[in-house]
């Protein structure tokens, strides 16, 4: 059984390296460096543990008259500054080492990634053998994610330092590092007094989805400012969210089977419950932002307090009230399909005969991507089958139904009427004229 736990303590964390992959930042040749990088993370999750256990085992602040402030230094010393210090040294091993290997902004991010999850499989798998049986619950998931996210604090500072930023501070990279610090700190510290505050699962709730965007956000930096920057590549975002829930899915069965042969039904129905109500929450909140990343070229997004998911206006062009709907944020799922016309000769076609505006299919070049107001996505497109050669706006619909026949994306049709008007970034859909709804084929 314990070399069970060892396996699942391991996978539960290599989920998210697997992601990596799915995502398609990473390639065959760097999975090695990848796992050894994993591997030197347990590793020093074991050196962290051995430097508590033996030499700050009887450490204490003596603050008078201040418990409280007392237990939070203590914890910031021995918990925070002790882990992300443990969590960089993989990460300068293999730098020291194969350091052609960490030569663009999505490595560096990877890299200290996996770190991060080396080190938080190595805590689960300590977490596991002290508690017989238990291998997959709500603990292990967002220690998980709390390594992850904290690290790509310091992560997001040495991408900015290297790629970015023309005035190298490394000061910066430094206060970065005391965030990471506070921030890993203040959750730990946070465990010992959620349960007795009434409000504590908001604070704990409100501290994950800050730190989903904080990762997203780093993450989506590292892909802009890549050399291999390519706007062609998309991700398929519905079949990876799928992929992640089955990943999950399998944990909690398997975890849920394990309590049930060993324990009895009550244990395991318990550890359901408690896994699904709180962290099932979060994990849903994780995968779906993290599945749609609005990638832009050379697009650097400075950290900033905000949820994973928004509030937007459903795209109106008849007059009717603005309505709101929910929303992850990154791309939308209709851009994806859209890509795939990027570049290339396409049809659009009426989405309705009635009263339509170009009456026939059209031939059409998708030239490119533009980027207005508030990062809100169209496509530059090029009537040519007639010689006028007009251009228009396509804007991917953002509501109700928007896939015909479930695969051809539709699309609103707005006129431009000068491609100078397009370098004016404050511009928005509604200042542009809507012809008509029309979809995308391959062929007439």
Known sequence: MIVFYYIAAFFSSWIWVDYFRLIGVTTTQKTKYLLLTFCLGVTSFYLFKNINTHFLDQFELLLHN???????????????????????IPVLIVYYLFRSKLKEPIDVFMFFAVSALGFAAGENLLYSYNNEFYFFNEKIILRTFGELFCTSILAYGIIGYRFYHKHKKPLKIFLLFLLAVFLHSFYD???????????????????????????????????????D???????????LIRKMYKYYGIFIVLQFIILLFNLNYGVAEKNVINTFWFS????????????????IKRRWSHLKVELPFTFYKIDSFNGRSVKYKFKFRGEIFNEIFVDAFLTKEAYILPLSQRNS????????LLEKKVYLKNDEVFYLTRIIDDEKGEIYLLKPKNSGKSLRRKKYPIVALLSVFSEEDLHNKNLTVHDFQFREWVYLKDHA
């Open 66 to 88: 201040n418990k409280l402030l007392n237990h939070f230094l203590v914890t910031a010393i021995k918990i925070g500054f002790l882990g992300e210090l443990s969590k960089v």
């Open 280 to 295: 099932g929450f979060i994990v849903f909140m994780v995968i779906n932002r993290l599945m749609k990343l609005k990638k």
């Open 189 to 227: 510290f946070w465990l010992d007094y959620e349960i007795v505050a009434s409000y504590g699962f908001i604070v704990t709730l409100f501290y994950f989805m800050v730190m989903i965007s904080v990762f997203a956000q780093t993450l989506t930096n590292s892909l802009n400012f890549s050399s």
């Open 357 to 364: 505006y170009l009456m026939k299919a059209k031939k059409v």
């Open 229 to 239: 920057f390519d706007e062609l590549k998309t991700i398929d975002s519905k079949n």
